[in-house]
């Protein structure tokens, strides 16, 4: 039983590109949640989806977006990169009415 | 809008030592998460406290959960190298776990021979 998953591990951009990221949720897990976690800092909370949309927003830029996949997979799109978006992204996934929420190995993207 | 505070953010303990680690948050909620995070790693879950109350244990760790007082405790017994780690714990505003979680700044632990 796999948990969840992300692709790529490690990401280089340029400021200004564009980039997408990937998760897959752990199997039976509806809903998939993003979070940036800059270096030495807690994560912060980016956006949650269900049911293939965006159920809830932490205070992040219209930059950011996302999809969510009838497989529940998901992506996140980073539009017009800026140095500061340099961080780790964690996916976590779990279920609609709560519970655990199991974390990915996350992807690093250096903005350069 | 929810706070988590954490403290203390740095930690240097010896080996056998005992420490708590304190996590307070500003709106009411019951449920509330434990993470360790190992350095270049993600987030290992650790505890999950879903009432008023809870108390769960697992090895040197115990966490507890004081929904009124808005507080939960992370107890280190006898603490090992290999505790040494950063720790989180994070609130899901809403209680019903169904939101984004708020995490605190992490606790650095160095737990030195």
């Known amino acids: 039983d796999a948990g969840v998953t992300q692709s790529p591990t490690h990401l280089i951009k340029t400021r200004g590109q564009q980039v997408t990221l990937r998760c897959s949720p752990k199997s039976g897990h509806d809903t998939v949640s993003w979070y940036q976690q800059a270096l030495g800092q807690g994560p912060q909370f980016i956006f949650q989806?269900?049911?293939?949309?965006?159920?809830q927003r932490g205070n992040f830029p219209d930059r950011f977006s996302g999809h969510q996949f009838p497989n529940y997979s998901s992506e996140l799109n980073v539009n017009a990169l800026l140095l500061g978006d340099s961080a780790l992204y964690l996916c976590?996934?779990?279920?609609?009415?709560?519970?655990?929420?199991?974390f990915g190995n996350g992807t690093r993207l250096t903005v350069t | 809008e929810l706070k988590v505070e954490q403290n203390p953010l740095f930690l240097s303990m010896q080996e056998g030592k005992n420490y708590t680690i304190y996590c307070n948050y500003s709106?009411?909620?019951?449920?509330l998460y434990w993470y360790r995070q190992d350095p270049g790693k993600s987030l290992e879950s650790l505890f999950v406290?879903?009432?008023?109350?809870a108390v769960k244990q697992e090895g040197r760790l115990m966490a507890s959960l004081d929904t009124k007082a808005r507080l939960s405790t992370l107890h280190i017994t006898a603490a090992v190298h290999d505790l040494s780690a950063t720790y989180f714990c994070a609130v899901d505003p809403a209680g019903g776990g169904a939101d984004g979680l708020t995490f605190g700044k992490g606790t650095h632990l160095i737990i030195q021979p």
């Open positions: 406290l879903l009432s008023n109350g």
């Open positions: 709106t009411t909620s019951d449920r």
């Open positions: 976590a996934s779990s279920l609609a009415s709560g519970g655990h929420k199991g």
């Open positions: 989806y269900y049911e293939e949309e965006e159920r």
